[in-house]
């Protein structure tokens, strides 16, 4: 079933008080942006990503999205309020024709896919579905003259956030009868559901699931993903793989034509190998072969991009984080030049780390040896990482 996800990112984000909108701020290494979009690309269940823009941010968009992705869908130009943003998203999603659509604010980097997970299981149940969180501060009415005049019930109040989740034609029909009846003051696609008529059903969200509002907002969420001081480690990788019959091969992440492929139990690429290695090296946990076994069914022909997530996800669960990866690629051909920042750009993107942290380099080896016969390729690779738990 087709699932399609909206970012909303054509705000200007005044109140964060930036040199640019909220969504393109740094977030420790990556723009806000970067960080919200991950969660979808990477997300099984969701088959296409377009995010609404202001025209004056493309740069600022092309940048923060760096390389293709083939689940990225060109940007849509976002309106002058939210809701128009949303409504020529949905427009632009219609030659897809998805059959549901989950809508996302930009400004809300740190959804998990627990959370996405529950906004599509409710859409089993109900035409629409949204994450949310029960209201846990006491509420007050003030008075004219700043003084409190009542404390209000908080009893059966919910915070909404996003994800929201509809029925593809619904809330594309909803939007636009909104848009004609000129209801411009919905704060949220729950509420121009709620206008159409469409039941929608709250689903568990994340207190961790916020929304950067203020320059305070994005300090604070900047804070935990700084750099700290820690134990720093270093891993080693080192991969080959024997050319066969094939149009094309995957180095780092990225797809090259090619007039033989390589030769493996996955897709065969051999630089995520390497690095894969490198960073389960760094932190003494085995190699990719003992996470990965080539005789188990499940890896036959799997994207390599699991394998270098599933490191970087065992590099954090031990507290540390990547700080740089060093990729060298051995071959006669193909070219790795034309394709270098595709594949920095690809790894960065796997690890959640900045570009500018990811080096990707070639070298031949003057026709000596099974690279220099054309036989195969082979890549080394180094990690770089701090562990701010040492010991572990």
């Not at 723009?31 to 296409?48: E, I, Q």
């Not at 060093?326 to 270098?340: M, S």
Request: aromatic content about 4%; charged content about 20%; proline content about 6%.
């Amino acid at each position: 079933m087709a699932t399609a996800a909206l970012i909303v990112a054509a705000g200007r984000g005044t109140r964060a008080a930036g040199q640019v909108p909220k969504q393109y701020a740094p977030l420790g290494p990556e723009p806000v942006l970067a960080r919200s979009l991950r969660a979808f690309l990477d997300h099984p269940a969701v088959t296409l990503v377009l995010v609404a823009i202001a025209e004056a941010d493309r740069a600022l968009y092309e940048q923060a999205v760096a390389a293709a992705h083939p689940k990225l869908a060109a940007p849509a130009l976002g309106g002058e309020t939210r809701q128009r943003s949303v409504l020529n998203g949905l427009r632009a999603l219609l030659p897809h024709a998805p059959v549901h659509v989950l809508i996302h604010d930009a400004a809300r980097p740190f959804v998990t896919h627990e959370v996405i997970d529950r906004v599509l299981a409710g859409l089993e149940r109900a035409p629409a579905a949204i994450a949310a969180v029960p209201l846990a501060d006491t509420l007050k009415r003030t008075d004219a003259g700043g003084l409190v005049a009542r404390t209000l019930p908080r009893a059966g109040l919910w915070r909404a956030q996003t994800p929201q989740g509809f029925r593809f034609d619904d809330i594309l029909r909803a939007h636009e009868a909104a848009a004609a009846a000129g209801r411009e003051d919905l704060t949220d696609d729950a509420a121009v559901a709620e206008w159409a008529g469409i039941p929608v059903e709250l689903v568990d969200g994340s207190e961790a699931n916020v929304k950067l509002t203020t320059a305070e907002d994005l300090a604070m969420a900047a804070r935990p993903l700084a750099p700290a001081p820690g134990e720093v480690r270093t891993g080693q990788g080192f991969d080959v793989h024997r050319f066969t019959v094939g149009d094309h091969l995957w180095l780092c992440g990225v797809r090259i034509a090619h007039d033989h492929a390589l030769e493996g139990h996955s897709d065969a690429d051999v630089a995520l190998h390497a690095l894969t290695d490198a960073l389960l090296g760094a932190i003494g946990d085995g190699d990719i072969g003992q996470h990965f076994p080539n005789s188990d069914p499940r890896w036959r022909g799997a994207a390599s991009h699991l394998f270098l997530a599933d490191a970087a996800r065992r590099v954090r669960a031990r507290g540390g984080a990547v700080t740089n990866v060093d990729v060298t690629i051995l071959c006669e051909a193909p070219k790795i030049g034309p394709h270098r920042e595709a594949m920095r750009a690809r790894v960065a993107e796997i690890l959640g780390i900045g570009v500018s942290r990811v080096a990707v380099k070639a070298t031949t080896t003057e026709g000596l040896g099974f690279t220099g016969r054309r036989e195969g390729i082979a890549a080394l690779a180094t990690a770089t990482l701090v562990l701010r738990r040492s010991g572990t």
